[in-house]
């Protein structure tokens, strides 16, 4: 049973955590052992899709695709920090602080708080950069995203709520900022590659 005090969680979030907490200490080990280590392993495999779907553009690329490749790994560390400024405002207590059971194997520490999910902050502006970059490939990311983000919620470490609105703060600040500064910076790399074919060659 769930002690924490709600007073500031919405009544569904709280009985979601509350099903889904359940279903995950009632699931077979080989699943708790997966969901353990899938919780953090999803935003490495994430963060090889992006450079997967990053590296062409940045390689071969023209100055607009090369932009949206240097800019969206920017976009995406911006969403964290967006993220952890919130959670100083919010002082949200992590739903599993007086839980009975949970998959993880240890609660955050008190002061780590809960509300947005940094995890499903990184995942969400991962899957969007990835996106942006390779529509093949961000049709790989977006669902790996809401599975790890759920997968917070599964371990018991979060509330509903909390991955939901990390989600959409990642994928909000990443699109936002990529669209944004990727048109002046591909207008940079355009004039500075212009520089650079007009210096004279030295014999």
């Known amino acids: 049973m769930i002690q924490a005090d709600t ?6 979030s709280v009985e979601w955590y509350r099903d889904i907490v ?11 052992w997966f969901a353990g280590h899938f919780t953090e392993g999803a935003i ?23 932009a949206v490749a240097l800019v969206t790994p920017v976009a995406v560390v911006l969403s964290y920090g967006c ?4 959670k100083t405002v919010f002082d949200q207590d992590r739903p599993c ?12 520490p ?19 950069a990835t996106l942006l970059c ?32 990390g989600l959409l703060l990642g994928a ?8 944004l500064a990727a048109r002046p910076t591909a207008d940079l790399l355009t004039r500075r590659a212009t520089r650079t074919a007009r210096l004279p060659v030295r014999g």
Not at 83 to 86: I, K, P
Not at 140 to 145: F, G, K, N, Q, Y
Not at 172 to 179: D, G, P
């Open 83 to 86: 993220s952890e400024g919130l």
């Open 134 to 165: 390779s529509r093949r490939l961000g049709l790989l990311a977006v669902p790996l995203a809401l599975l790890a983000a759920l997968s917070r919620v599964f371990v018991g470490v979060h509330y509903p709520h909390d991955v939901a609105a």
């Open 44 to 66: 490495l495999l994430l963060g090889a899709l992006f450079l997967l779907a990053a590296a062409p553009r940045l390689l071969r690329g023209g100055p607009a695709e090369r």
């Open 110 to 128: 008190a002061g780590d708080w809960s509300f947005p999910s940094n995890h499903a902050t990184i995942a969400g502006a991962l899957a969007v």
């Open 7 to 12: 007073t500031d969680v919405p009544d569904i």
């Open 97 to 108: 602080r007086d839980a009975v059971r949970i998959v993880a194997a240890q609660c955050p």
């Open 172 to 179: 909000a600040v990443t699109l936002t900022v990529t669209l």
């Open 22 to 32: 359940d279903v995950a200490s009632d699931s077979p080990t080989p699943v708790q």
